[in-house]
């Protein structure tokens, strides 16, 4: 069987070593630009992380403000959450009471001011909740929405639907 060779004439010399020659040259002429690519990239992955990084800090930092932030809009409108009021699964739950009503007595005000307070760690959690879905979706809509579901569970009043 004979080989098969092609009519054309190639450029590339037949000789291993010459080959070997022409290799090394490409790999010299070629390798600084390569090296200086790869720095350059490196640079950039350095400078997104550092980007990155700062990002991260910023949410962090606005995630321990922003419940206080609602919490100051909440008192500048007359919310107040050290009054009485009555639990959510009670019958008229999330209304005020009467704190010195003859028909209540010392402890029982206290129950209720101790369950007002439960409520307020539950709407904080369901807050949680609800931002990390945010968080998710990225809308201002959602953050909108979690902080009207927010301010509704503090008040006591029905708590709307999380809006994407």
């Known amino acids: 069987m004979i080989p098969y060779k092609s009519p054309l004439l190639t450029s590339v010399p037949q000789t291993l070593q010459k080959r070997l ?3 090394q040259a490409v790999r010299t002429l070629a390798g600084p630009d390569a090296e200086g690519q790869l720095r350059r990239r490196q640079a950039e992955i350095a400078c997104l992380r550092r980007e990155l990084k700062e990002i991260a800090q910023d949410l962090r930092q606005l995630c321990r403000e ?3 932030l609602i919490r100051s809009n909440l ?3 007359g919310y107040n959450p050290e009054e009485p009021r009555v639990p959510k699964h009670h019958t008229g739950g999330g209304e005020w009471t009467s704190e010195g009503g003859s028909e209540s007595s010392g402890a029982g ?3 209720i001011i101790l369950a007002a307070r439960r409520n307020q760690a539950e709407c904080d959690e369901q807050y949680k909740l609800d931002i990390f879905k945010c968080n998710l979706v990225h809308t201002p809509l959602c953050y909108a929405s979690a902080m009207e579901r927010y301010a509704a569970c503090l008040a006591g009043r029905s708590i709307p639907q999380l809006r994407f």
Do not use: G, H, S, V
Request: charged letters at 35%; glycine letters at 0%; a neutral charge.
């Open 21 to 23: 020659e022409i290799m």
């Open 66 to 68: 922003w419940p206080l």
């Open 75 to 77: 008192r500048k409108y």
């Open 109 to 111: 005000d206290a129950t």
